[in-house]
T-cell receptor, first 113, second 109 residues
């Protein structure tokens, strides 16, 4: 039933580890996004994919690599995790018509210790 | 420019109206949005306004857009304790949503 689902909801890991966050949407949307929300609640776009093709790549370290195996999935892999990567990561999707805005997942809280 | 700005906090009494303000810099935006985030949850689209409109009403929500001043506001009538949350305005710029810092609305009984 869930429109945009992310797993895991919580992720606690040590510095230097590699981790992945998965995202799936069942809305039939063509475009998917990753946003990062920091401790001050500021939301910043990281990546955007349209029908499996990367269209937006903000100034994100190379340690972050998105992968879209099909248009319903957009995963985020993070190598060599650092303390500053601790944040809530939101996946979102949108249809072609922008008046519906984006539909967000419930977020993955990543804590790097 | 990408700047979208909001004041950080607003406190109101239950039953009063709340007005949350937002300014943006990109004059080419087609839509502007208001999202709500409750603690520990994702963002929920509350309402949006097309850039050629100056007002939109949706039940207790009224959105006002002053395109000349690049100012957007969200009025919540008869504010309830369940309205306590963080409210984000967002501006669509070239295929990506740019968010303000969020306004934390606290509703006191």
């Amino acid at each position: 039933d869930t429109a945009v689902s992310q797993t895991p909801k919580y992720l606690v890991t040590q510095m230097g580890n590699d981790k992945s966050i998965k995202c799936e949407q069942n809305l039939g949307h063509d475009t998917m996004y990753w946003y990062k929300q920091d401790s001050k609640k500021f939301l910043k776009i990281m990546f955007s994919y349209n029908n499996k093709e990367l269209i937006i790549n903000e100034t994100v370290p190379n340690r972050f690599s998105p992968k879209s195996p099909d248009k319903a999935h957009l995963n985020l892999h993070i190598n060599s995790l650092e303390l500053g990567d601790s944040a809530v990561y939101f996946c979102a999707s949108s249809p072609e018509s922008l008046n519906y805005g984006y539909t967000f997942g419930s977020g993955t809280r990543l804590t790097v210790v | 420019g990408e700047d979208v700005e909001q004041s950080l906090f607003l406190s109101v009494r239950e039953g009063d109206s709340s007005v949350i303000n937002c300014t943006y810099t990109d004059s080419s935006s087609t839509y502007l949005y208001w999202y709500k985030q409750e603690p520990g949850a994702g963002l929920q689209l509350l309402t949006y306004i097309f850039s050629n409109m100056d007002m939109k009403q949706d039940q207790r929500l009224t959105v006002l857009l002053n395109k000349k001043d690049k100012h957007l506001s969200l009025r919540i009538a008869d504010t309830q304790t369940g309205d306590s949350a963080i409210y984000f305005c967002a501006d669509d710029q070239g295929g990506k949503l740019i968010f303000g810092q969020g306004t934390e609305l606290s509703v006191k009984p």
